[in-house]
């Protein structure tokens, strides 16, 4: 008996599944896509700014 009752759920769900449409939440998923802002980043392991920008730049570190 089994495989044509089971093919016949399957079916259905693939289905259901096919023409489900949940509600989109805009706002949120461009909030996922976009991440944290540097600011938000340097609050959560506070760190503090660097004062000068030289110190950051990629050519200071090679001296």
């Known amino acids: 008996m089994g ?5 016949a759920k399957q079916t259905k769900v693939a289905r259901q599944l096919k ?3 949940p509600e989109t939440d805009y ?5 996922e896509l976009t991440g ?3 600011t938000d980043l340097a609050d ?3 760190v503090p700014p660097p004062e ?3 110190e950051w730049s990629p050519q200071s570190r090679r001296n």
């Open 44 to 46: 959560r392991y506070d």
């Open 52 to 54: 000068d920008e030289d």
């Open 27 to 31: 706002r949120a998923l461009e909030r």
């Open 36 to 38: 944290p802002t540097q």
């Open 3 to 7: 495989r044509g009752r089971q093919k």
């Open 19 to 21: 023409y489900y449409s």
